[in-house]
């Protein structure tokens, strides 16, 4: 079983940064994605960032890519998201998530554990 909490969020001015922390509880194992979704009120929650724990291999969204950084340190069981040059469509509740699928899976059912969530809000 695998416990994540998200800390971080809050509120900025666009153009301003953020760093969410994601702590895992439990065992992570190499080949788990860990993955930030968002969503935002009335849209459907999309994958924009994720990192192979053990590879370190990442994927960006488009809408995010050059803007954002997913890392991950081991010693401490966390993952990150450095979130810079954030826009209004940033704002959304931001979650934490690990897949113990192969690859990199884009599916918010491809899943297993959640976090409970950290708002963002990028004010224009």
């Known amino acids: 079983q695998v416990q994540l909490v998200e800390s971080g969020g809050g509120l900025v001015q666009a153009g301003g940064s953020l760093r969410l922390s994601c702590a895992a509880s439990?065992?992570?194992?190499?080949?788990?994605?860990m993955g930030w979704f968002r969503q935002a009120p009335g849209k459907e929650r999309e994958l924009v960032a994720a990192i192979k724990w053990g590879a370190g291999r990442t994927y960006y969204s488009d809408s995010v890519k050059g803007r954002f950084a997913i890392s991950r340190d081991s010693a401490k069981n966390t993952v990150y998201l450095q979130m810079n040059s954030l826009k209004p469509e940033d704002t959304a509740v931001y979650y934490c998530?690990?897949?113990?699928?192969?690859?990199?899976?884009?599916?918010?059912?491809?899943?297993?554990?959640w976090g409970q969530g950290t708002q963002v809000t990028a004010s224009s």
């Open positions: 998530a690990a897949s113990g699928r192969l690859g990199i899976p884009s599916r918010r059912d491809d899943y297993d554990y």
């Open positions: 439990g065992r992570i194992f190499s080949n788990y994605a």
